[in-house]
């Protein structure tokens, strides 16, 4: 009996219970996934909670808001992809030390190329992203934006945070510049920009109905947009974007490709997203 689980405050939302379930239903594995809320800055708790994975009692566990950065000092070693980001979304046992991995990297990644592709939009001859948020998230999708040679311009409500980010991130001939996450920064950078993400929890509940899109700043003409928020299916940036003609897309895709990939960490079996798709549709 395989027992996973995920953690992050709130969790009412998440659709990765039905998605793991799925992943081990078309494994024929024996097992469950379940939720195990804790709240910002209860590191009691958190750390409970992980030595129930230290012990074998589960077997693994995702990371969500907002314990991805925080967890890492609770961990014994990190991937190295995982330690570059510094965040992650996914907890194992490597023997008998406690690791995190981040598939949220790979998982935007290769959703984000199947997205542009199918609106004929890759490959882009210009590649400047406009990245809204600082978080862990965001370290996920920056990571692997430069990774496939984009520029980053990346926006955060606080500058000081983004700052650290970049300076983290900028790696080899990688340039990533932040701004404040508001209209008048954002509006001179607006007709460079081919593709906006929003890394923020904005949109997501208990914030479901806002946007992080500035009021009153037209979106960049020429761009697409990438809502890593999954629910609601239609948030509202996705909606204001189609509104203004661009493409759009929300995070599902992304949520079932890193779903796949840590699942593969804890089972060592590969299930395919499609799959894990047709569970969703059907429940």
């Known amino acids: 009996m395989i027992a996973l689980g995920l953690t992050g405050f ?17 494994c024929g594995l024996a097992g469950d996934y379940r939720l195990y809320p804790v709240q910002a800055g209860d590191l009691r708790g958190l750390a409970d909670l ?7 009692e589960l077997a693994g566990l995702n ?7 925080t967890v890492l000092t609770l ?5 190295p992809e995982a330690q570059c980001i510094g965040a992650v979304n996914t907890l194992y046992m490597q023997g008998d030390r406690l690791a995190g991995a981040n598939t949220d990297a790979p998982g935007f990644l290769a959703d984000l190329k199947r997205f542009l592709a199918a609106n004929d939009l890759a490959p882009l001859a210009q590649r400047r992203a406009l990245v809204l948020g600082a978080g862990g998230a965001a370290r996920a999708v920056v990571y692997a934006l430069v990774n ?23 790696v080899g ?9 508001d209209a008048q920064a954002l509006a001179p950078s607006l007709e460079e920009i081919r593709l906006v993400v929003n890394a923020t929890p904005l949109g997501m509940p208990p914030q479901a109905g806002q946007s992080p899109w500035p009021a009153g700043l037209p979106l960049p003409p020429h ?47 590969k299930v395919a997203p499609e799959i894990l798709q047709k569970a969703l549709e059907a429940a």
Do not use: C, N
């Open 75 to 79: 961990l014994d070693e990190l991937t």
């Open 10 to 26: 709130p969790l009412d939302h998440s659709l990765s219970p039905r998605i793991q379930r799925a992943a081990l239903d078309a």
């Open 148 to 170: 496939d040679s984009w520029g980053i311009t990346l926006a955060a409500r606080r500058p000081a945070q983004a700052e650290v980010l970049a300076h983290g991130l900028s």
């Open 63 to 69: 990371v969500t808001i907002p314990h991805k950065e």
């Open 173 to 181: 001939d990688a340039h990533i510049s932040t701004v404040s996450l």
């Open 223 to 269: 761009a697409a947009v990438y809502d890593l928020v999954y629910q609601p299916p239609e948030t509202t940036l996705a909606r204001q974007a189609r509104a203004a003609g661009l493409p759009a897309q929300t995070g599902l895709g992304m949520l079932l490709e890193q779903a796949a990939l840590s699942f593969e960490l804890w089972t060592g079996r």
């Open 50 to 56: 992980l030595a129930r994975v230290r012990s074998g």
